[in-house]
């Protein structure tokens, strides 16, 4: 493989993407681990890093790696301060510093942040950057689903705002940690029992702490299969996510930035009330967002 032009990074809590770069934004070659920021220090970083992408560090030059994501965070290798909304997705307040390894220049683009209703993001923006990239004038909303899902409402260029749900992380909470782990298959699907229960959320959200115990109960009363309740329990959180947000999709053009069976479930959460879906490729936008970040780096004369 020839020496890459630059090297794309997505750092996530959880995992660590990488991407060797051609000069025209092609990926040459990609590499994962599993060192997300959760389990590393700040000195371990770049260590870490290195683990992936010294197979493409032929040679004494200096090359540029472009980082979104955890990495920025209070936590991770060096604290990128959040930019506040509105503003666009990507800004000239980049932090870039050079690695220990001379051959590393480290760019971590910010995360954003608003101030009322409180709320923060980090690696979203730069998908977001990737939508605009894809879609120039998009004025819509961005749902974003994982561990946090994030809405975001994007007007002339800028994300105006936007809502942060733990939907997933308490899908895993309850599913994993509460009485209902007795009764939630760790596997499995219901549509009907997923769809039934997205209405029942949107309904009546308030009453979704009787819902939830209501999964327990019919476990051990009526004998509701593992796979029914997994499916519940995520259309409840799923439509109970639709409910509070709902001033954000309804009568929105919303782009779906997501990736495997989470992100087909919020495209037919949305589908059945109506709301209009596209679904994007969230690698692909991620990579279309990180193209964005270098080419403002070089813009700016970096490195």
Known sequence: ???PDWIAADWGTSRLRVWAMAPDGTPLAGARSDDGMARLAPEAFEPALLGLVSPWLAGPATIPVVISGMAGA?????????????????????????G???RLAVAIVPGLSQARPADVMRGEETQIAGLLAAAPGFDGIACLPGT????AQISADEVVGFQTCMTGELFALLSGQSVL????????????????????????PQKIAAR????RAEALLSGLA????????????????????????????????????????????????GAAVREADATEITLAGLRAARALLARKGWP
């Not at 007795?182 to 949107?202: C, L, M, Q, R, Y």
């Open 1 to 3: 493989m020839p020496r």
């Open 74 to 98: 209070r936590q991770g290798w060096r604290e990128a301060p959040y930019r506040p909304v509105p503003c666009t997705p990507l800004g000239p307040e980049m932090l870039t510093f050079d």
């Open 100 to 102: 220990i390894d001379p």
């Open 148 to 151: 946090h899902t994030k809405w």
């Open 181 to 204: 782990r007795h009764s939630v298959g760790a596997t499995g699907w219901n549509a009907a029992g997923f769809a039934e229960a997205v209405d029942d959320a949107i309904g009546s």
């Open 212 to 215: 939830l115990f209501g999964l």
């Open 226 to 273: 593992p796979d029914v309740a997994r499916a519940r329990l995520s259309g409840l959180l799923i439509g109970l996510d639709l409910a509070a947000s709902r001033p954000y999709w309804l009568g929105q053009e919303i782009v779906l930035i997501g990736e495997g069976r989470l992100a087909g479930h919020y495209a037919e959460a949305l589908a059945a009330q």
